[in-house]
T-cell receptor
Framework: DARVTQTPRHKVTEMGQEVTMRCQPI?????VFWYRQTMMQGLELLAY????????DSGMPKDRFSAEMPDATLATLKIQPSEPRDSAVYFC????????????????????FGQGTRLTVV | AQSVAQPEDQVNVAEGNPLTVKCTYS??????LFWYVQYPNRGLQFLLK??????LVKGSYGFEAEFNKSQTSFHLKKPSALVSDSALYFC?????????????FGSGTRLQVQP
């Protein structure tokens, strides 16, 4: 049963520490999304990769957040230094984009979500 | 810009009764529309999507949704609610073809089905 795997499931860390969250997308999927869920803001898109290249990271605070895909089986989201306001559930999702071109005209597939990493920064 | 609104924070319904969870969207072009469900301490699970074709879309667990272009709505429905349907439901939209690449989610609606 193919699924998106996120680690760790829970992370408690002190303010100022580095946090790395990992995601293994579904094999064969060529798109990866990072979302953050909080009570106040709901689900916010942080970053979006296609074929391992970042296409949209406008929702991500650039000074402390970074997202990478070292290879097709691993996506990472790093926060350095972490702050209490970063406390949230971070979801990774993967999908398969069909079609070509800058406009991504065929991005109509559903995204498959992992179970999330619950981050608490104290 | 694409956006989606879920006007109800919570919907309460008795088991066996029909349920509706409302969603309206705003896009400049044509929309792709999705419904996801989130159970406690879990990620989002895909329920159904509207891409093109019939306005009534059937999805998982007996859910369906009706796309109404004139009202820019995509309400989620089920003829007979189950207690196990109690969860958080998210509507999402993507604008075709020039909108933001990723899905934009609504704020979510908590569905509570009473026995």
């Amino acid at each position: 049963d193919a699924r998106v795997t996120q680690t760790p499931r829970h992370k408690v860390t002190e303010m100022g520490q580095e946090v790395t969250m990992r995601c293994q997308p579904i094999l064969g999927h060529n798109t990866v999304f990072w979302y953050r869920q909080t009570m106040m803001q709901g689900l916010e898109l942080l970053a979006y990769f296609r074929n391992r290249a970042p296409l949209d990271d406008s929702g991500m605070p650039k000074d402390r957040f970074s997202a990478e895909m070292p290879d097709a089986t691993l996506a990472t989201l790093k926060i350095q230094p972490s702050e209490p306001r970063d406390s949230a559930v971070y979801f990774c999702a993967s999908g398969l984009v069909q079609g070509t071109g800058h406009s991504d005209m065929f991005l109509n597939t559903e995204a498959f979500f992992g179970q999330g990493t619950r981050l608490t920064v104290v | 810009a694409q956006s989606v609104a879920q006007p109800e924070d919570q919907v309460n319904v008795a088991e066996g009764n029909p349920l509706t969870v409302k969603c309206t969207y705003s896009v400049s072009g044509n929309p792709y529309l999705f419904w996801y469900v989130q159970y406690p301490n879990r990620g989002l699970q895909f329920l159904l999507k509207y891409i093109t074709g019939d306005n009534l879309v059937k999805g998982s667990y007996g859910f369906e949704a009706e796309f109404n272009k004139s009202q820019t709505s995509f309400h989620l429905k089920k003829p007979s609610a189950l207690v196990s349907d109690s969860a958080l439901y998210f509507c999402a939209v993507r604008e075709v073809p020039t909108g933001r690449r990723a899905l934009t989610f609504g704020s979510g609606t908590r569905l509570q089905v009473q026995p």
